[in-house]
Each structure stands twice: as structure tokens, then as C-alpha cells.
């Protein structure tokens, strides 16, 4: 007697690459939230951020995405990430010499950035003190202030 087991139903967050379903059913609920379909490749994408402390480029995610067989382009990564963006998940980071970086981290803080190696870490917005801001051309008002301390390796 043959038994065989029934297929298994599409969108169960069973599979090596998939988030465990209950991650995957709070990571599905944050995309709706913020109109985002919940297509695999934006849960894919999302399962690899949010909730997490990162700092990545596009290219990094790309790497780390291509290995899931969702099929997904840099071209798709970058979209994905600006929708993310839009929604209020990431923030795109810009540093000098670096390609954008997006940053899961969405709350006000500081960042230091060791450009020779390239690494980025938090400083906690409460660890640094910005006085003396110049007034504002008329019409503007200040929306925030984040300072990126540059940091070389010692000589010797
Ligand atoms: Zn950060």
C-alpha cells in the first residue's frame, strides 16, 4: 500500500528558508500594516530586518538573499528596501565613500563610522549632547539632528 502524504500547502512557513510561522505570521501582519503586500520575497527581505539590529547595504542583503531561491535581483532587494524605507521599517543611512545603508534601527541615535574597514555602530541618542545648533533659515525648523563620529584605527 502506497501512502502519500498530501502537498504541502503553499505559505505554511515550513521550509529551510523560511521564518518559523510564528515570526513569519507577525512579519506578514507588519507588511499589511504598512501596505505592503506580503509577497515571499518581502518577507524574505523583511525576515532578514526587522526586529534585528542591523546595518546593511542592498549588496549585502543580496548576497545573503540569492542563497534562498526566491529568485530575488539587486534591482528587487533596492526596491524592496525603499518600500521599506517609505513604510517607516529602515532608514537609509548615507556615508561618505560607502553605499547607502539601511538601518533597522528607526529610533533617533548617533552612529559611529569606522570608514577604514567600513563598519557602522549605534551610539545611543542619549550618549551624545548637540548644542549650540545654528539658527534656521526662515520657514525651516530643525526635524532632527544625527552626528556620524569618523573614526581611524590608532597609528602604531
Ligand atoms: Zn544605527
Known amino acids: 500500500m502506497h501512502t502519500h502524504l498530501p502537498p504541502l500547502p503553499r505559505g505554511t512557513g515550513v521550509g529551510p528558508d523560511e521564518p518559523e510561522p510564528a515570526r513569519r505570521a507577525c512579519l506578514t501582519a507588519i507588511l499589511r500594516m504598512s501596505g505592503l503586500r506580503p509577497t515571499r520575497q518581502r518577507l524574505d527581505l523583511a525576515d532578514r530586518l526587522l526586529g534585528r ?4 547595504t542592498a ?3 543580496y ?7 526566491h529568485g530575488l535581483s539587486l534591482a528587487t532587494v533596492y526596491n524592496t528596501l525603499r518600500q521599506f524605507q517609505g513604510a517607516g521599517l ?12 539601511f538601518d533597522t534601527d ?14 557602522i555602530l549605534d551610539i545611543p541618542a542619549d550618549c551624545l ?20 563620529v569618523r573614526l581611524r584605527r590608532k597609528a602604531g
Open 63 to 69: 548576497c545573503e538573499a540569492s542563497g534562498s531561491g
Open 129 to 148: 549632547a548637540v548644542s549650540g545648533l545654528p539658527g534656521v533659515p526662515d520657514g525651516y525648523e530643525i526635524d532632527r539632528v544625527e552626528v556620524v
Open 53 to 56: 539590529d542591523r546595518h546593511v
Open 59 to 61: 549588496e549585502q542583503l
Open 106 to 119: 528607526t529610533s533617533r541615535h548617533h552612529h559611529f563610522y569606522l570608514a577604514d574597514e567600513p563598519r
Open 90 to 101: 529602515v532608514r537609509e543611512l548615507a556615508f561618505e565613500g560607502m553605499r547607502s545603508v
